[in-house]
């Protein structure tokens, strides 16, 4: 089992703003939100790792965590726009983790996997997500 160290980039305005006071934040399997950092250009930047089952002549990779969701083969992990006052999440964008593929995985020992979320659309997990190796 290898850690894979992952950095999701994303724009915080909420989608569909319905006058709740949101936070933005990377949402685990609990529903508990782990803040990002703000970075200069408006976006903020969420950086977590995930662990990897199985072996590359056995198929695709299996992902585990304290953010990672979904069934096997369907794995992902959630942007969440939290209401504060307690009724739920506004909206999510589901980052889908699928498209991370054993060769992905080795190109980025000792570095990261980055994916830049800004501008995508909320909710489903069929989009795919373009994931590149960059230095840690």
Same mark, same amino acid.
């Given at each position: 089992?290898?850690?894979?160290?992952?950095?999701?980039?994303?724009?915080?305005?909420?989608?569909?703003?319905?006058?709740?006071?949101?936070?933005?934040?990377?949402?685990?399997?609990?529903?508990?939100?782990?803040?990002?950092?703000?970075?200069?250009?408006? *976006?903020?930047?969420? =950086?977590?790792?995930?662990?990897? %089952?199985?072996?590359?002549?056995?198929? $695709?990779? &299996?992902?585990? +965590?304290?953010?990672?969701?979904?069934?096997?083969?369907?794995?992902?992990?959630?942007?969440?726009?939290?209401?504060?006052?307690?009724?739920?999440?506004?909206?999510?964008?589901?980052?889908? *983790?699928?498209?991370? =593929?054993?060769?992905?995985?080795? %190109?980025?020992?000792?570095?990261?996997? $980055?994916? &830049?979320?800004? +501008?995508?659309?909320?909710?489903?997990?069929?989009?795919?997500?373009?994931?590149?190796?960059?230095?840690?």
């Amino acid at each position: 089992m290898a850690a894979v160290r992952i950095r999701l980039l994303s724009d915080s305005t909420p989608p569909r703003p319905d006058g709740s006071a949101v936070r933005f934040g990377l949402q685990d399997k609990k529903g508990a939100m782990q803040d990002g950092f703000a970075l200069a250009d408006g *976006l903020i930047r969420f =950086d977590f790792e995930v662990t990897t %089952a199985g072996a590359p002549d056995q198929g $695709l990779p &299996d992902f585990g +965590g304290p953010f990672v969701s979904g069934s096997k083969g369907e794995r992902f992990v959630y942007l969440s726009w939290a209401r504060l006052n307690g009724a739920g999440f506004m909206n999510r964008i589901k980052v889908r *983790l699928a498209d991370i =593929d054993w060769p992905l995985i080795e %190109a980025a020992q000792d570095k990261i996997l $980055l994916a &830049d979320l800004s +501008g995508a659309p909320t909710g489903g997990g069929n989009r795919p997500v373009e994931w590149r190796v960059v230095d840690a």
